[in-house]
């Protein structure tokens, strides 16, 4: 049923409703219906056009007759009705059509709908559509052949039925978990005036540590313990990060943190913070610890949407109160470039304005549902050079370093598009000479390829002098912000990724350097732009890093090792594992080839794919639903020992992997989540695909090797796994989730639904994170904190609607649960 819109006097209100069909119509598309509904008292004039995004490319042949659909570019598709007459009040247009691929959640669905009307008026926000229910087989598998059930009420409790809630005793105080944590059962009290020293070195822990006291009492029983922070050798811990060891030991009257270095006495006062209860009380013992790798990363894309400046702030706290160390900042893309830089103002003049421009001046179009007005959406914004800075020292205060990418040759249409901008504003100023002097494009590139968001126009032109002018002048200014912020630049990712085949092929510019060198490939072009780029960056003193390929050359239908760029500057992100691919084993193939990997794998450390397959979990799912115990569950040395089923949920072939070499293993520098923005219109939305997912990653990259991998015998490995899941699902229940519902600003992490069967008249349930409230109502209405709480199977009695929530120690519910009674 089409919903009802508001409706504004002189302004056109279109109500829109979305269905899919079936994604049985063919291999590999689906079918979908779309309704538009005139709810205005206006007569929109003929020659009207619908614009929104879709990340599913229709199939222009398939739209009912009288109706079309174009592809523009990227995400942007508009639909017409050519040669139609006026749409007057209240009339309707349904229309249907097909589109590649599958529709399975809300995620698949067009959206950011506008109005471009016929009588040239401005454009005109309609929205999102509503969207009807997954409801059949057909609209809830991706095609005949998906075998993953949907996870629903009952798939979860049976998921969950392996799991138990344990006592307090039993569960780790401390997340990640430390090598060594011993407690006597004495106890220790703590007040904000808690006499402090340290270390002269050690004035910014110390500011830290007396900010996060802040909130504890005035004055506790007996007088504060005293707190001494120092820097000391801590020789008890086995690690590749020697600096960040820690030991912190708490008596009754003292508490004292020596780290190798401030970073480790961080580290330490990080594990005190979370052993510290809201009313100053710490359990009396000793912690050894320090972190089984020393690269544990998070990225963000900001390109896609824009986060603030507090959201990114906020994100680098989470980080650090679980000992994350790299701050991977992703800043450019198809469609956004996100920071100052002051030499080239179009960059954020142009490239940070998403939208349809009513003033004639250039922007991106709008993307991934940011609408037509510029200003009014997550799609435009940008951080200034004082805004960055205060995120570098944020950052550097916390012992995170900052990793900026400056995504090229691929995935660069909004620095293309701002510099053809800059290029077209000197011609017609009669500047000529300068007009090249950052060109991107070759302006008679007739190159034909669509990349993987479907962009036509998205890569750099690399045989241009003016690219290695552009890469200079940014990272130069890149440099002297981190000067300014007083914080070191080591490394810039330059990202590399999804080149679209048919890139080059088309510029003459390209062509004639490829004639003069007397290079036969476009591999060859491409391996040259590398090597420019990574001295460029050389000449500032700053190391190259890439996603994988940047370091693969293509050999037939196989990606390999390129031997041309290993070595110790030259740092690769491997993202691209998802079985089936025959990439598998990419990042253990890099390092055995002398590569420095950072473990990126799409199938456990994507956290903008979608939790579970549910119709109402945002998120993408192309390489598989991505649960919290995936990234926990991930063997960094050893990924094949886990592997189960493939996205589809079948049983994959057998792969065989090429292990790890001895000196390779050093070469793996540590894991990193991948936030990328597509999704994360919001803060909300940003910290729902966030957490817990970054908890599970913090505990893999930090904690020692829990040795699954070492267990030959599938079933016994299989249950060591399952009991270390129990233990670190219990602590996310227990304590973590808690202590952030207790932050100053609460957090929006994601609450897992409750898993639900009705049997013999019993409600059963139970949930994911045991610990965690379940809520449930037997009259109908949504339950909340005020209802009864689920301890026990209840009997239902004539009711014939339950519904049920977990339910976070604030009262926040999550998606709630609904189980239709079926009535004799």
């Not at 005139?38 to 007759?65: H, M, Q, Y």
């Not at 095609?143 to 409790?157: E, Q, S």
């Not at 005190?272 to 990225?299: K, T, W």
């Not at 950072?598 to 991505?626: C, I, M, R, T």
């Amino acid at each position: 049923m089409i919903p009802t819109t508001d409706r504004t006097p002189g302004v056109p209100a279109i109500a829109i409703a979305w269905e899919c069909l079936s994604n049985y119509t063919r291999d590999d598309a689906f079918s979908a219906r779309l309704t538009l509904r005139n709810d205005s008292t206006e007569t929109i004039a003929p020659g009207w056009a619908i614009l929104f995004n879709t990340c599913r490319k229709v199939i222009p042949k398939s739209v009912s007759p009288g109706y079309a659909i174009e592809h523009l570019n990227g995400d942007l598709f508009r639909l017409t009705m050519p040669g139609g007459g006026p749409w007057n009040p209240g009339a309707s247009h349904t229309l249907e059509y097909e589109a590649l691929h599958w529709a399975i959640s809300i995620t698949d669905a067009p959206l950011g709908f506008y109005l471009e009307p016929g009588d040239g008026g401005a454009p005109i926000n309609l929205g999102d559509p509503e969207i009807a229910p997954f409801a059949r087989p057909e609209q809830r598998h991706r095609m005949r052949g998906d075998l993953l059930p949907t996870a629903d009420a009952a798939w979860r409790f049976e998921q969950n039925a392996v799991l138990h809630l344990l006592p307090e005793n039993a569960v780790s105080r401390i997340t990640p978990r430390p090598q060594s944590a011993r407690f006597d059962g004495r106890r220790c009290l703590l007040s904000r005036h808690a006499p402090l020293s340290y270390d002269r070195a050690l004035w910014n822990e110390a500011s830290l540590l007396a900010s996060m006291l802040g909130g504890l009492p005035g004055v506790v029983p007996g007088g504060s313990a005293d707190i001494c922070l120092e820097i000391g050798t801590v020789d008890e811990v086995v690690t590749c990060a020697p600096d960040e060891a820690y030991c912190l030991e708490i008596e009754p009257g003292r508490v004292r943190i020596r780290g190798a270095s401030p970073h480790g006495v961080f580290n330490g006062i990080q594990s005190l913070v979370q052993l510290l209860s809201p009313n100053g009380e710490l359990p009396s013992g000793r912690v050894v610890d320090a972190p089984r790798f020393g690269y544990r990363g998070m990225m963000l894309d900001v390109a896609r949407h824009f986060a603030g400046v507090t959201t990114v702030l906020r994100l680098l706290d989470c980080m650090a109160s679980y000992k994350l160390n790299r701050f991977h900042f992703h800043l450019t893309d198809d469609e956004g470039w996100r920071l100052a830089i002051g030499a080239l103002p179009e960059l954020t003049g142009v490239g940070a304005r998403r939208g349809v421009s009513l003033d004639g001046s250039p922007c991106l179009p709008p993307s991934f549902g940011s609408g037509a007005d510029i200003d009014a959406s997550a799609g435009s914004g940008f951080y200034t050079a004082s805004e960055f800075i205060t995120i570098l020292r944020h950052a550097h205060a916390r012992h995170i370093e900052v990793i900026p990418e400056f995504n090229m040759p691929g995935h660069a249409r909004a620095a293309v598009t701002a510099m053809r901008a800059r290029y077209q504003r000197l011609l017609q100023a009669g500047e000529g000479d300068k007009a090249e002097e950052f060109l991107l494009s070759d302006p008679e590139d007739a190159s034909v390829y669509e990349s993987v968001q479907l962009w036509h126009d998205n890569v750099i032109c690399i045989a241009l002098p003016s690219v290695d002018r552009f890469i200079d002048t940014v990272v130069g200014e890149v440099c002297m912000l981190y000067r300014e912020a007083g914080v070191p630049l080591r490394v810039i990712h330059t990202g590399g990724d999804e080149v679209p085949l048919g890139a080059w092929l088309g510029s003459p510019r390209c062509r004639a350097l490829m004639e003069e060198r007397g290079w036969s490939s476009v591999q060859q072009l491409h391996d040259d732009f590398l090597e420019r780029c990574r001295a460029i960056l050389a000449r500032h003193g700053v190391e190259f890093a890439g996603w994988d390929e940047t370091a693969l050359v293509r050999e037939g239908e196989r990606l390999l090792p390129n031997p041309r760029f290993a070595g110790p500057d030259f740092h690769v992100y491997v993202w691209n594992n998802a079985w089936g691919s025959g990439q598998e084993d990419c990042a253990y193939r890099l390092a055995n080839a002398g590569y420095d990997v950072v473990l990126s794998n799409a199938a456990n450390l994507y956290f903008d794919l979608a939790y579970a397959k549910h119709p109402q979990e945002p998120g993408y799912y192309w390489a598989g639903f991505v649960g919290t115990r995936s990234a926990f569950g991930f063997c960094p040395l050893d990924v094949g020992t886990m592997s189960s089923l493939d996205p589809m949920g079948r049983i994959p072939a057998p792969v065989t992997l090429q292990p790890l070499d001895g000196a390779a293993r050093g070469r793996i520098a540590g894991l990193q989540g991948q936030l990328w923005g597509e999704n994360a219109r919001s803060r909300a939305r940003l910290e729902y695909l966030a957490l817990p997912r970054l908890i599970g990653l913090a505990e893999r990259a930090w904690a020692p090797d829990p040795g699954w991998q070492d267990i030959a015998e599938l079933e016994r490995r299989a249950a060591w796994a399952l009991r270390d899941w129990n233990e670190f699902a219990n602590r996310l229940g227990q304590r973590e989730l808690p202590r952030l519902d207790r932050a100053r600003r609460p957090w929006d992490y994601r609450l897992p639904p409750p898993g639900a069967i009705l049997r013999d008249g019993l409600l059963h349930a139970n949930v994911a994170l045991p610990g965690l409230a379940v809520h449930y109502t037997l009259d109908g209405l949504d339950p909340t904190a005020r209802s009864p709480r689920y301890d026990a199977p209840v009997a239902i009695g004539d009711t014939r609607v339950v519904k049920l929530a977990s339910v976070d120690t604030r009262g926040r519910a999550s998606r709630i649960v609904t189980l239709n009674v079926e009535q004799p």
